[in-house]
């Protein structure tokens, strides 16, 4: 029993200090606009109603999908989070734009946008500060969920600890890949149900492109073309960790990608400050 506790606290520790450097390094090593904008925005969400309304639907809906619809550990009788963590790239379609809809729509609609450019930061600070305040939100959302293997491990069995560290890993990928594409589409409109609709509906299509080929045939001189909708898929380079395994690949595309976006959003920042 006291094996099991100290089990416990230690993967938790784990579990809790992985993000924690992640969101925390980058911050005390960036410049003071970022730390400046990012107190500003998580203030910004835990002083209205945003954070707490996202914080309880995502412990709300996903866990009921994952032990009503899906079974939970119970349906495989394994003490895994698999299922759990394989729903999350279709849990994220609706959550995380509702969550980025308003990062430059609302700033662009109130007019504060042109009261940003005015402080003595850059467009980059800005958008890291941004950032990272949306991404400690959704993580904070992710752990909440952690209940499900500590409760486990205490009544049902052992959990593989290396296995969630690594689909927790993923996750985190997984979530500044969506924040970014989100926030370049809501660079792109002043209106928040605008923002919402053309972030879901891009991130739907990225996801479920994977499964384009199991209903439609193509001919034998366009499988390359099968094998770029595969490769291009959110939810496809999600697998392996949802696995628990790690390839370098799925880290370079999630990267890449939120690379790609942020530098979109960053052109899109620039355009309008000049215009």
Not at 200 to 209: K, M, N, P
Not at 222 to 250: P, Y
Request: proline content about 4%; some cysteine.
């Amino acid at each position: 029993m006291m094996k099991s506790i100290i089990e416990i606290i230690v993967n938790s520790i784990v579990l809790f200090g992985v993000p924690a450097l992640i969101i925390g390094l980058p911050l005390a090593l960036l410049p003071n606009g970022v730390r400046a904008m990012y107190k500003k925005e998580i203030g910004g969400y835990f002083h209205s109603s945003i954070a707490y309304v996202f914080l309880a639907l995502f412990v709300i809906v996903p866990n009921i999908m994952f032990f009503h619809f899906f079974g939970g550990i119970f349906k495989e009788d394994l003490a895994s989070m698999r299922r759990f963590f394989s729903m999350l790239p279709y849990v994220f379609i609706i959550f995380i734009p509702g969550l980025t809809m308003g990062s430059w729509a609302k700033e662009k609609n109130s007019g504060t946008i042109e009261l940003l450019f005015t402080f003595p930061v850059s467009e980059w600070q800005i958008l890291i500060g941004k950032f990272l305040a949306a991404l400690t939100l959704v993580l904070i959302a992710l752990f909440s969920a952690l209940f499900i293997p500590l409760l486990t491990q205490i009544f049902l069995g052992d959990f593989d600890w290396g296995q969630i560290v690594t689909q927790y890993i993923g996750v985190i990928f997984l979530s500044g890949c969506y924040i970014a594409i989100t926030f370049f589409l809501s660079s792109l409109t002043m209106e928040l149900i605008d923002s919402f609709l053309l972030s879901a509906a891009l991130l739907l299509i990225l996801t479920i492109i994977a499964y384009l080929p199991s209903v439609v045939s193509f001919p034998g001189w366009l499988e390359w073309l099968r094998k770029v909708f595969v490769w291009t898929s959110l939810s496809t380079h999600f697998s392996n960790f949802s696995k628990g395994v790690i390839d370098s690949r799925d880290i370079l595309y999630y990267v890449g990608v939120t690379g790609i976006f942020s530098y979109l959003n960053l052109r899109s920042l620039e355009s309008r400050k000049w215009s």
